[in-house]
T-cell receptor, first 114, second 113 residues
Framework: NAGVTQTPKFQVLKTGQSMTLQCAQD?????MSWYRQDPGMGLRLIHY???????DQGEVPNGYNVSRSTTEDFPLRLLSAAPSQTSVYFC?????????????FGAGTRLSVL | DAKTTQPPSMDCAEGRAANLPCNHS???????VYWYRQIHSQGPQYIIH???NNETNEMASLIITEDRKSSTLILPHATLRDTAVYYC??????????????FGKGTKLSVKP
């Protein structure tokens, strides 16, 4: 049982390049989300999904796209990378059918945009 | 959304109990108190949560005041591996956007030998 898997672990981009951060979970969780964390800050919610085919914006969605075609995968796309998107990105998942709100996080993707 | 207030940093001696406070004076009746921690650049890790009663698991204990306006996370015998940022979050326990976790800056706990 791998939990939440994020790839790549590290990435360096040039301004204007595009890329996709991958997130996969094997726990059959309905809810998945993406956060970014800047130095010395807490995590901020970018996008989330409560099930396949359903996505919604979080606190800081600009510059990012998501889709949820399967329960397992929730990729995050940077359309045109900017230096302000240099950050650590975390993906998380949880169940929605229990009276709990326990999220499981991936190990993160460290992104630098030059 | 209920907001939380935590001290920015705390120190604790190895082997002693670490008591991390959290104020949440605007908590609603259906909101739980959650604690997560983040060990140096890793993904956050769930610790414990509670509604009204005190809770204990293999990692920690959670003490919630009777008026629910504050709580304390207790690590009974802190080790060096407990050095981390601890986040106190107040949210509902349901699915959907109401259950989105909102992270503040947390408390940086330093456990010293």
């Amino acid at each position: 049982n791998a939990g939440v898997t994020q790839t790549p672990k590290f990435q360096v981009l040039k301004t204007g390049q595009s890329m996709t951060l991958q997130c996969a979970q094997d726990m059959n969780h309905e809810y998945m989300s993406w956060y970014r964390q800047d130095p010395g800050m807490g995590l901020r919610l970018i996008h989330y999904s409560v099930g396949a085919g359903i996505t919604d914006q979080g606190e800081v969605p600009n510059g990012y796209n998501v889709s949820r075609s399967t329960t397992e995968d929730f990729p995050l796309r940077l359309l045109s990378a900017a230096p302000s998107q240099t950050s650590v990105y975390f993906c998380a998942s949880r169940r929605t059918d229990l009276a709990k709100n326990i999220q499981y996080f991936g190990a993160g993707t460290r992104l630098s945009v030059l | 959304d209920a907001k939380t207030t935590q001290p920015p940093s705390m120190d604790c001696a190895e082997g002693r109990a670490a008591n991390l406070p959290c104020n949440h004076s605007t908590i609603s009746g259906n909101e739980y108190v959650y604690w997560y921690r983040q060990i140096h650049s890793q993904g956050p890790q769930y610790i414990i949560h509670g509604l009204k009663n005190n809770e204990t698991n293999e990692m920690a204990s959670l003490i919630i005041t009777e008026d629910r306006k504050s709580s304390t996370l207790i690590l009974p015998h802190a080790t060096l591996r407990d050095t981390a940022v601890y986040y106190c979050i107040v949210r509902v326990a349901t699915g959907g956007s109401q259950g989105n976790l909102i992270f503040g800056k947390g408390t940086k706990l330093s456990v010293k030998p």
